[in-house]
C-alpha cells in the first residue's frame, strides 16, 4: 500500500540533501514536489494545498538545530501533518448499549458483508464478545448465505429472516434475539447500492433511526479514490455517520482516499482492511500509517498482530519442548499456520522498519508455504513427531508424495534442524543475553 506515494516523497526529500539550511526557496521546492505526489496519490487537491501550505508554514517558522539535517527536519514535519491529516489518533469504537449494536452502510461491492465478519472476529477474540451477525441485505442475491457463510467460518451465529422484506422488522427482531440469548454486540448488514439513489438512503436512515446504534460504520472501497470521498461525503451529509471503514487498502499504492477523507468528512477512519482472509483487519492507527508512507515500517501493528494469534498456553507447551529438543515438524505447521492468520504475506514483511522498500518490486506469494506444507504433509504421523528417523529412502518417498524435488526436501530438513538449535539456545538465555543479541543484530539490520 502507498508504495507509488511513499516513492514520490522519497524523491522530493532528496532536494533537500546536503543543504546546509531551511529556506524558502529550498522548501517552495521540495514541497511543489510533496504536492505533485500527493495529487498523484489521488488526494483532493484542496487537501493537498492546504497540506503542504502548512507544511510550508512550520518549516520556515522552526529553528533548525545544528545536529538535525534541514531534509531530516522536513521528513519530522511531514510525518507529523501526515499523521494530524489522517486523524492524529486511533478512535476505537464505543460499544456501551447492552446489547451494542454497529450499523454498516455503503454502496454494494465495498466490502460490507466481509468486514462484518473481520469486526465480529476480532471483537470475539480481541475483546472476548460474544457478537450476533445480523443478514439485513434483502435485495442481492445470496446476501444473506454469503453472511451465513461468513458466520460459520469464525463462529458466530447469524440472525436472518430470507422470507421477510422489511429490514426494521428483521432488525428489531435480531435485537429481540440478541437479549434473549446474551449477545452483547449486534453487527447489522446492510443493503447497498452500485450507485446513491433515494430509495437506498431512505431505507438505512429509517432503519438507524429505529435501532439507534452505538456505531454508524460507512464502509468503501479505499482503491475508488477519490470517488471514495465523494461517495463518503454524500452518505456523511444524510447519515452523519460516526467513522470509516477503508478496505482493500492493501492493494492501494496510492492512498488518496486515506490521506483525504479525514479532511473532507470529518470523521475518523476507525479500521482498515487488509487482506481477504477472517483475521486481516487493524484498528487505524495514523501515526504508524504516516510512519509506513515515509517507509519507516510499522512494528507496533505487526507485534499486535502476532500477539493476536499468541495463545499463551500453547507457548508455554513449545517452551518445555523446543527445552528437551523435542520441537517436530506437528508443531512447525501449527506455526505457519499462526503466521499466515496474520495477513498478506508482503504487507507483513513491509512492516519491517528498513524493508519496505526492499520488497516493493518483489513478488511474495501467499502461497509461500504452499511446498512446505506439502513436504510435512507427506510425512507420516511419526515422522512428523520424531524427524530424526527421516533418512534418505524416507525422504525420497516424501518428495515423491508432495510433488516436489529431493533437494527441496532436503533443504527443508536442513532449515528445521538449524532452526531447532537456534531456538533451543534461545530458550537457554537470560534476558539480558537476548537483549545483548538484539543489541547486536540491531546495528546489521538494514535501515
Excluded: W
Excluded at 458466530?156 to 449477545?183: C, L, M, T
Excluded at 460504520?217 to 465523494?230: E, H, I, K, P, R
Excluded at 456523511?236 to 470509516?244: I, K, M, S
Amino acid at each position: 500500500m502507498f508504495e507509488n506515494l511513499s516513492d514520490r516523497l522519497e524523491r522530493s526529500f532528496k532536494i533537500l540533501k546536503g543543504e546546509g539550511k531551511i529556506t524558502e526557496i529550498n522548501v517552495a521546492e521540495t514541497l511543489k514536489d510533496v504536492r505533485k505526489a500527493l495529487l498523484d496519490a489521488d488526494v483532493n487537491y484542496k487537501v493537498a494545498k492546504q497540506f503542504t501550505d502548512t507544511v510550508k508554514q512550520k518549516a520556515l517558522g522552526m529553528n533548525v538545530l545544528t545536529a538535525v539535517k534541514p531534509s531530516q527536519l522536513m521528513v519530522k514535519i511531514v510525518h507529523d501533518e501526515l499523521a494530524e491529516l489522517m486523524g492524529g489518533n486511533a478512535v476505537e469504537l464505543k460499544l456501551e448499549g447492552h446489547p451494542a449494536i454497529v450499523l454498516m452502510s455503503g454502496l454494494q461491492g465495498s466490502g460490507k458483508t466481509t468486514f462484518s465478519g473481520k469486526l465480529a472476529n476480532l471483537l470475539k477474540t480481541r475483546d472476548h464478545k460474544n457478537p450476533l451477525l445480523v443478514a439485513c441485505d434483502v435485495y442481492r442475491p445470496a446476501a444473506i448465505q454469503q453472511l451465513h457463510v461468513v458466520g460459520e467460518s469464525i463462529g458466530v451465529p447469524v440472525y436472518s429472516e430470507p422470507d421477510n422484506k422489511n429490514v426494521v422488522e428483521i432488525a428489531n427482531n435480531a435485537i429481540r434475539e440478541a437479549k434473549a440469548k446474551n449477545y452483547n454486540v449486534v453487527i447489522i448488514d446492510t443493503a447497498g447500492r452500485l450507485a446513491i439513489d433515494e430509495q437506498m438512503m431512505n431505507e438505512i436512515a429509517t432503519l438507524k433511526d429505529a435501532v439507534h446504534p452505538d456505531e454508524t460504520l460507512f464502509v468503501v472501497d479505499s482503491m475508488t479514490g477519490q470517488d471514495a470521498v465523494n461517495t463518503a461525503k454524500e452518505f456523511n451529509d444524510r447519515l452523519d455517520f460516526d467513522g470509516v471503514v477503508l478496505t482493500k487498502l492493501d492493494g492501494d499504492t496510492r492512498g488518496g482516499a486515506a490521506l483525504s477523507i479525514r479532511t473532507v468528512v470529518t470523521k475518523p477512519i476507525k479500521f482498515v482492511g487488509t487482506g481477504e482472509k477472517m483475521e486481516a483487519l487493524d484498528v487505524f492507527h495514523p501515526d504508524r500509517m504516516a510512519d509506513r508512507i515515509l517507509g519507516m515500517g510499522d512494528i507496533v501493528s505487526l507485534v499486535e498482530r502476532a500477539q493476536q494469534q499468541f495463545d499463551e498456553e500453547e507457548a508455554k507447551r513449545l517452551e518445555k519442548k523446543i527445552r528437551k529438543n523435542k520441537f517436530d515438524f506437528d508443531d512447525f505447521m501449527g506455526q505457519i499456520q499462526q503466521i499466515k492468520k496474520m495477513g498478506n504475506m508482503k504487507d507483513l514483511v513491509s512492516m519491517i522498519p528498513g524493508v519496505g522498500k526492499a520488497v516493493k518490486d518483489i513478488d511474495i506469494d501467499d502461497n509461500a508455504f504452499k511446498n512446505i506444507e506439502a513436504i510435512i504433509q507427506s510425512m507420516t504421523p511419526k515422522e512428523r513427531a520424531n524427524p530424526d528417523i527421516i533418512n534418505q529412502s524416507r525422504r525420497q518417498r516424501i518428495a515423491k508424495g508432495s510433488g516436489t524435488k529431493i533437494e527441496e526436501v532436503n533443504r527443508l530438513m536442513k532449515q528445521f534442524d538449524q532452526m531447532r538449535k537456534m531456538m533451543r539456545m534461545m530458550t537457554g538465555m537470560g534476558n539480558s543475553k537476548m537483549m545483548q543479541m538484539a543489541n547486536a543484530l540491531k546495528g546489521k539490520m538494514p535501515m
